[in-house]
């Protein structure tokens, strides 16, 4: 265990640490483009130059092990002059054209040169060596060949990390630029990660460029919902519209990364399709209706439901709701189908995408929802009639079974009272006697369980569009009119509740689950 | 040098051949070596002699070959540095053409030392006809049971493979020859991790030049002490020096360590031609700070002349007249290092390239006076802070010549012209 001291600071850290990780355990930033966590050391940038006693010559500090009583400058004389002349080097044939790039405001060219440079150029503009801008290289990413500064981030990404090897550097010198290998394009699953590590604007996101300026933007904390990896990602919007994922780093989870499909599932929480109002059913048609006389009205049904209830409870709920859900259920005495349905073509891979599109369905396991009834004892108990209520919890039933859906519909027919509870308008809803805007995951507080058992937070991010409500929320007001004195008002609350009764959170502190979550047993 | 040992080739007809090589005493080291020394012998007798690089670091050699693991349970492997592509430099390319079995001797000597059951010889691509005859060479030595298994009855093998390089200079340093010969783009490696132990394929290697390696059968027959004796001591041994440009008698002289430029350019390769006067020298191929003709009484050695502000380099020594432009000189090394800049590291992809505009400008005198000293400091900035000493190599020529010859700068601003132009002659230089 080496003690080393840098800028006067001393630090004991693990043998084999570098000198640039050792700072950042300290607090001091040493200025870099090429060094990536993710990706083996390049040493191509020379921007992490710093002065190490004993040493004639200036070293890099992503590559430079710590040692045993090793001193470290990071900010002296020789190291700026060494800063300042690697970014004159870097900037000399950049086209400076950061009015119309779409990395102003998230640029390490911007933001270093006004931390360690400011220095007019002393390249003449037609001196410039001039390379092709704004070259679709893949769906996703674009490329802009003169603003890259050749840092090799993206080339040694499709080299280690995805083994795909669209991309290159060709060329020598200052004509060198990063290209499509000859007969490829930069389409696989993993291809946006590129654009999340290239440090300046050479790589933009087909998908998000040129529709806000990041600066305008805030970001929450999230975790993504398209599978059941749980890949930790951060929420960018700006009054209450999202505008993109990119991955957040949790070394148990995605490192650095997320997939593709993940990260345009943000599309598809916003739009449309989305229920904005409590829905009661008329004579031949839904009327507008009111939160409190539908909770009210949901309440009483399975107080005395005058039959049989069945919930069907999906995957695609966070642990509060399945929490909250099951109690309900127990006090209603209803079935309890919990579903984790993905589409049949869905697939996974051996890294981060998972085949269950659900983020939750350890979830499912973690409240004993998986061992209950199927959703054909379901369709059984209503054909048998002996179902009354129907509660379809984030269940799409009738989308679930596609082709084969004919049994579906004449069961939700045969039911008389069914109420959905859901994100998204869908024909299963057409069936409801009473439908219920709820939040997706981007627009609650509360937790996800990933496949391999880790409890994750989700956080409000925007707000839930029209009278779309948290699900949460919704479930515990049912729940405090079936249990009179039960006040329950906010997630953390039922989180507290749900850690108490179920032996595997037992001791988990809402408060103390962090930012990469915490594992248990499910 | 009364005899020739590096150059026997120039005295013995046919030396090509194995059945000439071996009727002067060849491969009789190797069989010496093979059987009556230890590998560790034979490392200890490499150090002792204190035989230095040639290839141009002049790193010792034994001390390399010491820092390989002496536990592995990789392959260890020994790449020749065939290279050769330093501008002004030719020596290794004639031993390899007609004596090329003093190269494997050497190889086969120095792969026993070093517990190396492969060696590659990665010879530049441009080198044809030496790349044939290594071959053939190597195919003679197979048949006649001195590469293969069990060579010399001693249990020891070898097999020796030459690779051609496919034409860039980036290839001569170590490990970017290292990354070639993997198949990949001749980007040097940062170090660490260091060749001796991460080096072909992740494995141990060493990496030797050629001329560095045809001195080890000498070293073995004669011994370390003869070898020390030659030149002076912390840098002896026999040398090739390569003389090019405006020179009487250009070509590859065989001398000993440490013997004076002036010598080597006057009394061996016969003084400047037509008339003309020295104007300056490269010591050390085009990489090397070059000397003045104040500056060439220096003895021809690694620390000589290092200590007169150069480097012995690949010892191509490019004499210039008094009718060479520095400015355009100058401009004619930086339009090649702007070239094979690999353009890995920041400063020597975008140094070189700066360099070689700023030169064209001056030496077509549209440049500026504060161009003079725009050179001196993007050469300040490159000096040691890359991977590789290409940076270097392009930043110490510019920062000498334009110390050196800085008048010539500064006219070429004032006239707005090279003053050295002949009127009427649209080119500023006739060899230009």
């Given at each position: 265990m080496p003690t080393v001291n840098i800028d006067g600071k001393k630090i004991e850290v693990e043998d084999g640490l570098t000198v640039i990780q050792a700072a950042e355990r300290l607090g001091i930033e040493i200025p870099h483009y090429c060094w990536h966590p993710g990706l083996s050391i390049s040493g191509n940038c020379r921007m992490c130059l710093v002065e190490i006693e004993k040493q004639p010559k200036l070293q890099i500090a992503c590559n430079t092990r710590v040692a045993e009583g090793m001193v470290v400058q990071t900010g002296s004389e020789r190291t700026k002059a060494a800063q300042r002349a690697v970014l004159e080097f870097l900037l000399l044939n950049h086209p400076i054209d950061c009015p119309v790039c779409d990395q102003a405001g998230e640029c390490k060219l911007q933001e270093y040169y006004m931390d360690y440079d400011r220095q007019r150029s002393r390249m003449a503009l037609p001196d410039k060596v001039r390379k092709h801008k704004a070259v679709p290289i893949g769906p996703l990413v674009m490329l802009d060949q003169e603003r890259c500064i050749l840092c090799a981030r993206c080339t040694r990404f499709v080299d280690e990390v995805t083994k795909t090897h669209e991309l290159a550097i060709f060329e020598r010198g200052n004509h060198c630029e990063v290209a499509l290998a000859p007969g490829k394009t930069l389409d696989n699953p993993y291809s946006a990660n590129v654009v999340d590590i290239c440090p300046v604007g050479a790589l933009t996101s087909r998908d998000f460029r040129f529709r806000a300026r990041v600066w305008y933007l805030q970001k929450t904390d999230a975790v993504c919902g398209a599978c059941a990896n749980g890949c930790n990602i951060e929420i960018f919007h700006r009054e209450g519209r999202i505008y993109r994922f990119q991955p957040r780093a949790n070394p148990d989870v995605n490192q650095y990364w997320m997939c593709d499909a993940g990260r345009l599932s943000c599309h598809g929480l916003q739009g449309e399709s989305r229920l904005l109002e409590v829905l009661t059913r008329g004579t031949d048609s839904f009327a507008v209706g009111e939160w409190e006389s539908a909770v009210g009205g949901l309440a009483s049904t399975l107080r005395d439901p005058a039959g049989g209830v069945a919930f069907v409870v999906s995957a695609q709920s966070p642990n509060e709701e399945l929490y909250l859900l099951r109690r309900l259920a127990a006090r209603a005495g209803a079935m309890v189908a919990g579903v984790s349905w993905s589409p049949a073509d869905a697939t996974g891979d051996d890294f981060l995408v998972k085949a269950d599109k659900n983020p939750n369905t350890a979830g499912l396991r973690l409240f004993g929802l998986d061992g209950g009834a199927s959703l054909d004892a379901v369709w059984d108990a209503i054909e048998a009639g002996r179902v009354r209520v129907l509660v379809l919890h984030r269940s799409d039933v009738v989308g679930w079974a596609s082709g084969a859906s004919k049994r579906v519909r004449e069961a939700l027919e045969r039911v008389p009272y069914v109420a959905v509870l859901d994100t998204h308008g869908s024909e299963t809803a057409q069936y409801a006697n009473l439908v219920l805007p709820l939040a997706t995951y981007a627009e609650v507080d509360g937790t996800v369980t990933n496949h391999a058992g880790r409890v994750q937070r989700l956080r409000e991010a925007v707000p839930p569009p029209g009278a779309a409500r948290a699900g949460w929320s919704v479930l515990a007001d049912v729940v405090a009119r079936l249990e009179p004195g039960l006040t329950i008002a906010s997630a953390e609350q039922v989180f507290t509740a749900m850690a108490a009764e179920v032996p595997a959170l037992a001791g988990i502190d809402h408060a103390g689950i962090g930012p990469h979550g915490v594992s248990v047993r499910a | 040098m009364a005899e020739r040992l590096l150059l026997r080739c120039r005295d013995i007809p046919d030396l090509r051949r194995l059945d000439v090589y071996r009727a002067h005493g060849g491969y009789a080291q190797a069989q010496k070596a093979l059987t009556e020394q230890t590998p560790e012998q034979l490392v200890e007798m490499v150090k002792a002699s204190n035989l230095r690089g040639r290839g141009g670091a002049g790193f010792p050699t034994g001390m390399k070959w010491s820092f390989l693991p002496k536990q592995s349970e990789k392959p260890v492997y020994l790449c020749v540095n065939a290279d050769e592509s330093e501008p002004g430099t030719f020596k290794d390319r004639e031993i390899m053409e007609d004596d090329p079995h003093a190269l494997l001797e050497g190889v086969l000597i120095s792969s026993f030392a070093i517990k190396c059951h492969l060696a590659y010889i990665y010879i530049r691509g441009e080198m044809l006809l030496g790349y044939e005859r290594l071959w053939t060479a190597v195919r003679e030595a197979y048949d006649a049971g001195l590469f293969g298994k069990n060579i010399f009855g001693t249990g020891f093998d070898l097999d020796v493979v030459v690779h051609r390089g496919a034409g860039a200079y980036i290839c001569g340093e170590e490990t970017g020859l290292i990354e070639s010969l993997e198949g990949k783009r001749a980007y040097p490696r940062i170090k660490p991790p260091f060749p001796a132990t991460h080096g072909l394929f992740g494995c141990p290697t060493i990496v030797n030049n050629v001329e560095t390696l045809v001195c080890v059968p000498h070293i073995v027959g004669r011994g370390a002490d003869w070898f020390r004796s030659i030149g002076p001591e912390k840098s002896p041994g026999p040398k090739l020096f390569c003389v090019s440009g405006h020179i009487a008698k250009p070509g590859v002289y065989e001398l000993p360590m440490g013997t004076p430029l002036r010598e080597i350019i006057y009394d061996h390769a016969g003084g400047i031609p037509n008339g003309r006067t020295l104007k300056g020298v490269i010591p050390g191929g085009a990489s090397m700070p070059v000397f003045t003709p104040?500056?060439?009484?220096?003895?021809?050695d690694m620390d000589s002349v290092q200590r007169a502000g150069s480097f012995l380099g690949s010892a191509g020594v490019i004499v210039m007249d008094d009718s060479v432009c520095m400015v355009w000189a100058l401009l004619t090394l930086q339009q090649f290092f702007h070239h094979e800049s690999c353009g890995q590291c920041t400063p020597c992809r975008e140094g070189t390239g700066w360099m070689h505009t700023v030169l064209e400008r001056l030496e077509a005198g549209r440049g500026a006076q504060a161009d003079v000293d725009l050179l001196l400091n993007v050469a300040g900035n490159m000096m040691?802070?890359?991977?590789?000493a290409l940076a270097d190599a392009a930043a110490m020529p510019t920062r000498a010549f334009v110390t050196k010859y800085r008048a010539e700068f500064e006219e070429h601003v004032r006239l707005r012209r090279c003053p050295l132009r002949v009127p009427g002659e649209t080119r500023a230089h006739a060899h230009g």
């Open positions: - | 104040a500056e060439i009484d220096v003895p021809m040691g802070n890359t991977i590789c």
